[in-house]
């Protein structure tokens, strides 16, 4: 069955990075884009991008232009999101999704990964 | 960006009885092809969320057939029939016409 499989909790300083990962089983990974969406109470769900897991291509939301990189590893069917330069307003969990092609968007999600920015 | 706003903020329902959330797009999501590109996806609590509906009016696999979606241009309706426990959680309608997709602030769903 598919399966995404997020790394785990993340607790960052302000001003560094982090990188999450997201593991896809059960389908043929480049067959299908991932995008990331990042939730927070207040703003609820944000879309991040996606990345074409075949070409390594990329869309991004212009608000996370600079702040998020998307990556994949085909290798071991795996897409990272790189979060720079870290503010508390980047706490949050963050989602990645199966995604293109298919008209059933987002029907796969991975379980989530909590991010929190403190000093 | 679009904006999408839903309503209610939370609703109570007593199992057995029917809910319906609404869902507003401040631009149409009706594509050229004839497709309207909303879609409806349910958190429940604790867990990631899981799509419902796509293409505003198309059951997900695996979704019981008490969801439906309805709704017109810019206008939606997601209609869930004899409400069960396991229906809790939060509810949301999404764009996904355009870039940046976007998604409501959520209709948090409550049994009485």
């Known amino acids: 069955q598919v399966q995404l499989q997020q790394s785990g909790a993340e607790l960052a300083k302000p001003g560094s990075s982090v990188k999450i990962s997201c593991k896809a089983s059960?389908?043929?990974?480049?067959?299908?884009?991932i995008s990331w969406i990042k939730q927070t109470t207040g703003q609820g769900l944000e879309y991040i991008g996606y990345?074409?897991?075949?070409?390594?291509?990329?869309n991004y939301n212009e608000k996370f232009k600079g702040k998020a990189t998307l990556t994949v590893d085909k290798s071991s069917s795996t897409a990272f999101m790189q979060l720079s330069s870290l503010t508390p307003d980047d706490s949050a969990v963050y989602y990645c999704?199966?995604?293109?092609?298919?008209?059933?968007?987002?029907?796969?999600w991975g379980q989530g990964t909590l991010v929190t920015v403190s000093s | 960006d679009i904006v999408m706003t839903q309503a209610p903020l939370s609703v109570s329902v007593t199992p057995g009885e029917s809910a319906s959330i609404s869902c507003r797009s401040s631009?149409?999501?009706?594509?050229?092809?004839?497709?309207?590109?909303v879609y409806w996806y349910l958190q429940k609590p604790g867990k990631s969320p899981q799509l419902l509906i796509y293409r505003m009016s198309n059951l997900a696999s695996g979704v019981p057939d008490r969801f439906s979606g309805s709704g017109s241009e810019t206008d939606f309706t997601l209609k869930i029939s004899r409400v069960e426990a396991e229906d809790v959680g939060i509810y949301y309608c999404g764009q996904l016409l355009e870039n940046p997709l976007t998604f409501g602030s959520g209709t948090k769903l409550e049994i009485k």
């Open positions: 990345i074409n897991t075949g070409s390594g291509g990329t």
């Open positions: 631009k149409s999501l009706l594509h050229s092809n004839g497709i309207t590109y």
């Open positions: 059960g389908y043929t990974f480049t067959s299908y884009y």
């Open positions: 999704a199966r995604d293109y092609p298919g008209i059933t968007r987002f029907a796969y």
